[in-house]
């Protein structure tokens, strides 16, 4: 069920302004960019910018967050749910055929499955 890291995602105070330095220290434009979040593709990977008004540098409450490929984003979250993990973000559909959700393991861990029609094998590196 599920297929290897997909994503990471940072929940920034200032979307502007953490899309400026990871662009800067990536030397890459995100490939998404929407107000709600900003995708870049790093080594066939993704690095996700989540606008998180509550965050700052010196708190953050959830932390990054890690997406696993899913073939099946619902069936792997009620994988999850049903072998003790708590709901942290329900499947939802994100745009362009991508859906995420994400749960709290047994130990408070964040622990995000994505299921990704657009990611290729061939573009990791």
């Not at 997909?6 to 990871?22: G, I, M, Q, S």
């Not at 994100?94 to 657009?118: K, Y």
């Amino acid at each position: 069920m599920f297929l290897g890291l997909r994503t990471v995602v940072y929940h920034v105070c200032n979307l502007d302004e953490a899309k400026r330095w990871y662009a800067k220290v990536f030397q890459a434009e995100p490939y998404f960019d929407e107000p709600f979040y900003v995708g870049f593709n790093i080594g066939g990977f993704e690095l996700g910018l989540d606008p998180a008004p509550q965050s700052s540098s010196a708190t953050n409450h959830l932390g990054a967050v890690t997406y696993w490929g899913v073939e099946n984003c619902k069936a792997a979250f009620d994988l999850l749910m049903a072998n003790g993990a708590s709901s942290g973000q329900d499947p939802q559909d994100v745009g362009g055929g991508i859906t995420v959700a994400h749960v709290f393991d047994p130990f408070g861990n964040a622990l995000g499955v994505i299921e990704n029609p657009h990611f290729k094998h061939e573009d990791v590196r």
